[in-house]
């Protein structure tokens, strides 16, 4: 099945810093997905975007909806040690069906 | 309280067994479905149904059995034609009617292992 490319696999900081990630495809999206995981857990969702250039935030996190309707960026500004966890992003085709693509997913390691 | 439920949180099966787990959504969303998760490995689509009494196939679909008898059930039963079943299990669902509104929401899981 069909994946999208997402960047990068893992990543350790150090609290405090800010974080970029980041889906790409070849393929063009009407919706753009971003969860965070813990291990055990179901993913729980922490944007959705659903306009080309759209821009949103949800407290320390904001995400894009590329231009091109082909990738989406999430950045976590000032991390801290609970933003821990696996991050993944998820693309609904704009071919009109209701399949989701999902990204590989970012595991993210915060240095206190 | 609103969501999605998924039981059990673990199972075990032995070898030849087929094992049903169960998928409740009370966000009267329309659409519903089932994704494997194993390690290292994004989701993968088993099962998916936009509307009740129909269903269809994902990627990767071989061993696995769903139905969708009513609008808030989606239980998959994993038989024993599925060669690797041992794996996290994930329920989730979508409002289906605007296409504006698209998120998708999952339940917490069933992590399955064959004995």
């Known amino acids: 099945g069909q994946q999208l490319n997402q960047s990068p696999q893992s990543m350790f900081i150090q609290e405090g810093e800010d974080v970029s990630m980041n889906c790409t495809s070849s393929?063009?999206?009407?919706?753009w997905l971003w969860y965070k995981q813990d291990p055990g857990e179901g993913p729980v969702l922490l944007i959705a975007?659903?306009?080309?250039?759209e821009l949103t935030s949800n407290g320390r996190l904001t995400a894009q909806f590329g231009i091109t309707r082909k990738d989406s960026f999430l950045n976590i500004s000032a991390s801290i040690p609970s933003d821990v966890g696996i991050y993944f992003c998820?693309?609904?085709?704009?071919?009109?069906?209701?399949?989701?693509?999902f990204g590989t997913g970012t595991r993210l390691k915060v240095l206190a | 309280d609103g969501g999605i439920t998924q039981s059990p949180k673990y199972l075990f099966r032995k070898e030849g067994q087929n094992v049903t787990l169960s998928c409740e959504q009370n966000?009267?969303?329309?659409?519903m479905y089932w994704y494997r998760q194993d390690p290292g490995q994004g989701l993968r689509l088993i099962y998916y149904?936009?509307?009740?009494?129909?269903?269809q196939k994902g990627d990767i679909a071989e061993g696995y059995s769903v139905s969708r008898e009513k609008k808030e059930s989606f239980p998959l039963t994993v038989t024993s034609a599925q060669k690797n079943p041992t794996a996290f299990y994930l329920c989730?669902?979508?409002?289906?009617?605007?296409?504006?509104?698209?998120?998708?929401?999952f339940g917490p899981g069933t992590r399955l292992t064959v004995l």
């Open positions: 393929s063009i999206f009407n919706t």
């Open positions: 966000l009267n969303h329309d659409a």
């Open positions: 989730a669902s979508t409002p289906r009617g605007d296409r504006g509104r698209n998120e998708q929401f």
């Open positions: 149904s936009q509307i009740v009494n129909d269903f």
């Open positions: 975007l659903y306009k080309a250039g």
């Open positions: 998820a693309g609904l085709l704009a071919s009109g069906t209701y399949k989701y693509i």
